[in-house]
């Protein structure tokens, strides 16, 4: 099951860095400043991973609310990694 996670991430990262690669005809500043906002997006998704859910309570609400921010992280961890690589990608070939 992990396995399969983990294949949909990546698939969403590999879709997310083409369409950045594909739409990088921005000035090389703008380039760098959609790089910066990706990097922090994803480090607030990392700080959300450490922090979140330690002191929650059990009641079904949080359980919903739970469920629906690790499902927000999921998708835009992998947007924003594959923002990440592919901006640098267009960076670096153009």
């Given at each position: 099951m992990a396995v399969r996670f983990i294949l949909i991430w990546l698939a969403l990262?590999?879709?997310?860095?083409?369409?950045?690669?594909?739409?990088?005809?921005?000035?090389r500043r703008a380039l760098w400043v959609r790089i910066a906002v990706a990097a922090v997006l994803l480090g607030g998704c990392a700080a959300g991973f450490l922090m979140y859910g330690d002191h929650?309570?059990?009641t079904i609400g949080s359980v919903v609310l739970y469920f629906l921010v690790w499902g927000s992280v999921f998708g835009l961890s992998a947007a924003c990694g594959g923002v990440i690589i592919g901006t640098l990608i267009a960076l670096l070939i153009g």
């Open positions: 990262a590999a879709v997310a860095a083409w369409a950045a690669w594909y739409q990088a005809r921005a000035p929650l309570d059990k």
